[in-house]
């Protein structure tokens, strides 16, 4: 992997078959946070995928289980973002991309420089939470946890940096939650110490965003969809044909973050998560 050309996408993970590729594990680091410091877990609204559980607020008595004790939904920050997205989308330029999706902010900024100012500068959902948990929690440790791999890179970048202390993915909990004998579907269900909206949790899947954020706005722009970043590529070789106003939300992973690289280990297929987060 050339360092300055990964955009985080995660492709390399899930499709090379001899399973050489690994990603950075703060997962050492977060369990020794655990042993001595408040720790705060944003925890993105794709959990429900992770398992088939009876009940999808079984996966907070694993995390509970596994020393968390304070747990927020990410989809808090989500509801801020909404707000700034529909602000942009009244603006004069010709077109907007979204850029929730990290890896699509890395692809833009590396390989279609010339589209940067087209790209919405809004953070993300994971680092809008976090300046919300800084606040509440200015002391603690805050440790996103979800189903991509772009957000380990995203953390470090100089404009957020020092917001999130540690990402983890699904997969990476899965292996935890073996290492400690855990069997999920006999965990009790908890709840969230703070929730966001059913629309905020829709973020991670295709057309999310929009639904968040502008597509009840005036319909002065029209809205287009597009995930998988062959297809994102091939849009934006195109993009500059492009001759009325859009509003363009962008996903790196086919079907949203709820197919993303950082939950492999599922059980459930990429159909079967996009209907779990839509229920």
């Known amino acids: 992997i050339i ?47 992770a398992y088939y559980l009876e009940h999808p607020r079984q996966y907070l008595g694993i995390l509970r289980e596994l020393g968390f004790t304070i747990i927020e939904e990410t989809s808090i920050g989500a509801e801020v973002v909404a707000k700034a997205y529909a602000d942009e989308y009244r603006s004069d330029k010709k077109f907007i991309i979204s850029s929730s999706c990290a890896a699509i902010k890395n692809l833009i900024e590396i390989y279609y420089p010339q589209y940067l100012s087209s790209l919405s500068r809004q953070v993300s959902p994971m680092i809008a939470h976090g300046k919300i948990l800084r606040e509440k929690y200015p002391d603690a440790k805050i440790v996103y946890a979800g189903s991509c791999l772009a957000k380990k890179m995203e953390v470090h970048d100089k404009d957020v940096r020092g917001i999130i202390d540690g990402v983890l993915t699904f997969d990476e909990i899965d292996t935890w939650i073996k290492e400690e004998n855990i069997v999920p579907s006999k965990m009790p269900m908890e709840e969230f ?54 509003w363009i939300e962008m996903n790196a992973c086919e079907e949203g973050c709820v197919n993303g690289p950082g939950n492999i280990h599922s059980p459930l297929s990429k159909y079967e998560k996009v209907e779990m987060l839509q229920t």
């Open 193 to 246: 110490n703070a929730i966001g909206t059913n629309t905020g949790r829709l973020y991670p899947i295709t057309g999310g965003l929009a639904k968040n954020s502008v597509e009840k706005l005036d319909g002065s722009r029209k809205i287009l969809r597009i995930d998988g970043v062959k297809d994102c590529m091939e849009f934006l070789d195109e993009i500059h044909q492009l001759d009325k106003k859009y």
């Open 3 to 49: 360092q300055s050309m990964c955009i985080g996408c995660g492709v390399c993970i899930a499709t090379c078959p001899h399973h050489a590729k690994e990603i950075h594990s703060d997962v050492n680091t977060i369990k020794e946070w655990l042993k001595t410091e408040q720790v705060v877990l944003s925890l993105s609204a794709v959990f429900p995928t």
